[in-house]
């Protein structure tokens, strides 16, 4: 993947002609992307505006190119937050660093049903939702076993499957808006500079998933104790 990004948030490049003049119809056309798309990217940063002549707005090659951008980013794993961050300047180091992050072992599916011991119904069921990446992923990250381990113990204890997936169906919609308050927070609140951004994110990565594991697990375990205690003292059927 090339690491330079294209102009995220500049101006359109006044070397384009009327020969590659765009409307946001045909762009989204061209882009394999939905119009709503296109002005939801524009209104995180993501996609520098056209340029505009009266009341029409004419996009050209570099949209095209920079849409391309993201669509290889995000089939990549990287969020919006994270792509938004990396068109911001400076971000060669920072994109080498999550690449980096990102360069464990990629397991394909079929070795995903041989080391889970899962039968393909709920492996292809988990990856059809995107759980473990994008929903058109050929290959996987290795941690993806171990989150379908986990899954196949809860299924052996005799959560049923449906029950389960709904709940992780439900925690992937709300963990990327979750991620990107979090980047922004980091970012907001503290003085590193963009070249220095990759050094803090190596180490904020683990930190903060540790301490949302952390909450997420001390807050599982009270609810638990708390509703056994409901059953025992016949406050719930």
Known sequence: MATSLTNPTGLTSSASTASD???VDELAAQSGVSVDTIRYYQKQGLLHHPAKEGRIGWYDHTHVARLDEIKRLADDG???????ELGNGSSEALLAELQRQRSNRRVTRDELLA???LAAGPVDLAIAAG???PADATDFDASSIQMLTAAASLLDAG????????LAVRHAQHVESLVADAIELFIDNTDTDREGLAEEVSALVPTVAALVSQHFENTLVTSLIDTAKAHADGGVS
Do not use: N, S
């Open 21 to 23: 003049r765009l409307r």
């Open 78 to 84: 990287f969020t919006l937050a994270q792509i938004a």
């Open 115 to 117: 080391e889970t011991g």
């Open 131 to 133: 759980l473990l990446g």
């Open 159 to 166: 959560v049923p499957f449906t029950d389960l997936a709904k």
